[in-house]
């Protein structure tokens, strides 16, 4: 009866990757010695790719989309209509879409087998509420969102660079295997409600309040047990971010 009115709509989608994660037995160290290298800017890379090859992960930007998006529309008098909405969708990746120059040959080189996961995950949803009287028209507007995000690097050899260490290995003075995560979490509520005369006189109106509570988390670490020597604790960053505005 013209009443109620649903639509879905599902996602599922899957991007090829074209970038592998490769993992070396014995990563070379810069070829320029300090103080010619200065950390990140000055090192020139040693052979990556003559280097044995002992893992090798394929196509690990591959990106898979998973999403859902709903709305409904009740129309309970001719003067009540109320909307919703619901959406979500998910991004996963094994790795990120970059490569390494040198060597340029389409893939990520590691001197540890440290996995780079990428997540992103976002939620959405909204009510809008109709009530038309004689002189105006009330709207409500609800709205709610929220967002995760989460990835991993490998920053083995960014911390041999950065400290000119002798070796990647804990035994021979390096720091081995070293992994940054970095999460991230927003979430926001909206609320708006207005009143909008009707009518077709030359004077009009439109009042109206707008509330918001907007809430942004990060946390960042990197812990490593061969951090011991330089810092005397495994811990190379810990870092928690919050920002609350309303």
């Known amino acids: ?7 879905i709509v599902g996602t599922d989608e899957h ?3 074209w970038i592998d994660r490769t993992v070396l037995a014995n990563f070379p160290l810069p070829t320029n010695a300090q103080p010619q290298c200065q950390p990140f800017a000055g ?3 040693g052979n990556l790719a003559g280097t044995t090859v002992s893992r090798n992960y394929r196509d690990v930007n591959d990106q898979d989309l ?3 998006r709903a709305s409904v529309r009740y129309q309970a ?3 009540l209509s109320i909307t919703a909405s619901a959406f979500y969708q998910n991004i996963s990746q ?3 879409g970059y490569f390494d120059n040198p060597p340029g040959t389409e893939a990520h080189y590691q001197p540890y087998d440290i996995a780079e996961p990428f997540s992103d995950t976002f939620r959405m949803y909204n009510v809008v509420g109709d009530l038309s009287l004689s002189p105006f028209t009330i709207t409500s507007a609800t709205s709610y969102w929220s967002r995760s995000q989460s990835q991993t690097q490998d920053v083995s050899e960014t911390m041999q660079t950065l400290f000119d260490l002798p070796a990647f290995a804990v035994d021979a003075g390096g720091v081995g295997a070293v992994g940054l995560t970095e999460i991230d979490f927003t979430k926001q509520l909206s609320q708006e409600i207005r009143l909008t005369s009707n009518g077709d006189t030359a004077l009009q109106g439109l ?3 707008f509330y918001s509570d907007y809430t942004y ?3 960042q670490y990197s812990l490593a047990d061969g951090f011991f020597p330089l810092f005397v604790s495994p811990n190379l960053i810990t870092m928690y971010s919050y920002n609350h505005l309303k």
């Open 1 to 7: 009866d013209d009443k109620l009115a649903l639509r």
């Open 15 to 17: 991007t090829s990757g």
């Open 43 to 45: 090192c020139t890379r």
């Open 66 to 68: 998973k999403g859902a």
């Open 77 to 79: 008098s001719e003067q």
């Open 94 to 96: 094994d790795g990120l």
């Open 207 to 209: 009042v109206g309040g």
């Open 217 to 219: 988390t990060q946390d």
